[in-house]
């Protein structure tokens, strides 16, 4: 990268992909809140502390670990639920996520795991990609639980 050119947003990443409020592709395949809840017990008070005590819950990876997503803290297309990606990097200090519009899920998201992954989309489909993604909303990948 030159001197003059700055890292790409997530915005502009996105735009570049073909991913933007044109063509909006939702996470959650526009699942109501109540179907995505309707596994959980208790109210949405106690869903949203499960959530953040998920999320907070530290786990040590190291290159070579295969993880995959917590339950309910995926904020990114790939890896699929239940998908494993293989860790490439652990970052001694996290890189923030380049996004300055607050309203961003990835605003100030600190990026602290560098993952490979098979993409699994149109062009590219089995070519191994890495991206970086916020090491808390990992865990182990278990085969059993896969």
Known sequence: MSRNERPLSSRELLNRIGLNEETPNSLLLNESLDDLLGDLEGDLGSVLLERYALLNQPQAFKPGDLVCWKP???????????????????????????????????????????????????????????????????????????
């Open 72 to 146: 309910g803290l995926k904020n990114r297309r790939v890896p699929a639920y239940g998908a494993p990606a293989v860790v490439l990097e652990v970052l001694d200090q996290p890189i923030t996520d380049g996004e300055t519009e607050s309203g961003s899920t990835y605003f100030r998201e600190p990026l602290s795991l560098v993952l490979g992954l098979f993409w699994d989309r149109d062009q590219g489909r089995g070519d191994f990609v890495a991206f970086h993604f916020d090491g808390r909303r990992f865990e182990a990948w278990n085969t059993k639980t896969a």
